[in-house]
């Protein structure tokens, strides 16, 4: 796979990996939560599926919410999977409450 830059597009709520002409091979959708980025779907394009871009836009995105200080819900699927698989990335994962009685 050529080199990816993973970027937050803040305008449309998603972290995107371009390859190096710019084109948008695979996005990760968001929304803000108070303390969290809620992580709702990841997709890319078909043309790029099983090169990798999906591993290395979750790793960007992932690493670009740790430096913000923010925490992560993986509602996503794809995300979800590849923090279960990466486990140095579990503490991004915001405790979910206990219910109230």
Do not use: K
């Amino acid at each position: 796979m050529d080199e990816l830059t993973v970027t937050d597009n803040r305008a449309d709520g998603q972290f995107e990996a371009r390859d190096r002409d710019g084109a948008v091979l695979g996005f990760a959708a968001y929304v803000l939560d108070a303390d969290a980025v809620v992580f709702t779907h990841t997709e890319v394009v078909e043309a790029a599926e099983g090169r990798g871009v999906g591993s290395t836009l979750a790793r960007g995105a992932l690493d670009q919410v740790r430096a913000s200080g923010r925490q992560i819900v993986p509602l996503c699927p794809f995300i979800r999977a590849y923090v279960a698989r990466h486990p140095e990335y579990r503490d991004l994962v915001r405790p979910v409450p206990d219910p109230v009685d």
